[in-house]
């Protein structure tokens, strides 16, 4: 039978119901349980195993989004402005996928994002480069490949 345990008491929720509750599509619920972000057990008394989420702590939220910033944080802005990666990796100022138009610092447009991982520090657009180091912008040292 389900029910306390020495007054710790977690309580367990569908997939669809711990959607709800914490604000979150189901399909980043079934992320985070893959990463070990949110807690999950089978609900042994369903027939098909469906999930049930252990429903974190309250502070929870706040440890997620600071979780989402780092996470943000940790993805690039620089970027091939064309497909052949010649030129200059750009940074990208507004990161918003669904722009049609990537903007660059720089001001200028590509029609397209192409992977900048292993560029070398001197790839970069100057002008990006002053840009961001003015506005204070991570600069992604780490993923400089090479000295
Ligand atoms: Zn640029």
Known sequence: ???????????????????RRLNISQRDIREYIRSGELK?????GSEHGRWLVLMPEDGWQDKFK????????????????????????????????????PGYLCGRRSENLWSSAGHAAAD????????????GLPLFEEEVSGS
């Open 1 to 19: 039978m389900p029910g306390k345990i020495n007054g710790a008491r977690v309580e367990k929720l569908t997939i669809q119901d711990a959607s």
């Open 40 to 44: 999950a057990e089978r609900d042994p």
């Open 66 to 101: 600071t979780f989402l910033d780092k996470l943000d944080a940790s993805i690039t802005r620089w970027w091939w402005a064309n497909k052949s990666k010649t030129g200059s990796v750009h940074y990208l100022e507004n990161t918003g996928i669904e722009n049609v138009e």
């Open 124 to 135: 970069r657009c100057l002008e990006c480069l002053m840009r961001a180091t003015e506005l």
